[in-house]
């Protein structure tokens, strides 16, 4: 009875490995589950997201708007680099010729003493030729027609030396906003893109914003240089007007010396011509 006992077990410990043995084979053939649409997605991402490759995978309107706002930061240091070498030329030009016409007790020896190039060397030809054309005539009708001349040459100037500091008053003031509208349309393009993948990852939209940020970033990197320039050169611009204006009153306080001294238009014309 024992050894049939014994028997019988083995025969049903054999019946279960055998009944078992398909399961095994099931789970051995079984294939690996196929990568999840979430891994698509991330292999699908960039990633490499620096600026420059941010900009190669933007959006074309997005490429514009960064191209449009390089393009105006190159145009602002560049005027920012020739501006600051013509106002420091003019600053030097002016002083030396303030410096001579301090020194000059008349208009002949200011032609001597001032260059005739430069707006200094202008001025003191104008107030020549005006003493030349009046002749004789009263001595306030000169200085006054004189001081005209004069008036109407500084204003000249003065917008010569502000020409292209417009184009940085531009830029400072719409930089930000077109930089903005890359922004918008970057972010657009995103929200297409979570409708379109049809998850809220925020690994999907990551790039796209970061791409819609970098515009407005360029656009604030494009504004505050040109505002900041701008300020700078408007006050440099002044300062070269004010001295501009110091010349011109040296200028008639020679003239009305001269005139005061008994010369008249005619000496006074003699002594500038001559020169």
Known sequence: MRIVSIQARAIAALAALLASAPAWAQEATVPSPAPTAASAIRAALPRDLSPWN?????????????????????ITWTVCVAKAIELIAVKRRLRRALAALGT???????????????????????????AALSGDGPADGIKERAGSRLER????????WSRGTGFLATVGATAPFIGLFGTVWGIMNSFIGISRAQ???????????????????????????????????????????????????????LLSRDLDRGAG???????VAAE
């Open 199 to 253: 998850t809220t990852n925020l690994a999907v939209v990551a790039p796209g914003i970061a791409e819609a940020l970098l515009a407005t970033a360029l656009g604030l990197v494009a504004a505050i240089p040109a505002v900041v320039i701008y300020n700078v050169f408007a006050r440099n611009t002044a300062g070269c007007r004010a001295l501009l204006g110091d010349v011109a009153a040296s200028l008639l306080r």
């Open 265 to 271: 238009a005619g000496g006074t014309k003699l002594r």
């Open 54 to 74: 941010m900009f190669l995978t933007a959006d074309s309107v997005v490429k514009a708007v960064i191209i449009g706002l390089a393009f105006a930061s190159v």
């Open 153 to 160: 040459i500084e204003s000249a100037r003065g917008r010569a």
């Open 104 to 130: 000059a007790r008349s208009l002949g020896e200011a032609a001597q003493l001032v260059p005739a190039a430069g707006p200094a060397g202008e001025l003191v030809r104008a107030v020549a030729a005006e």
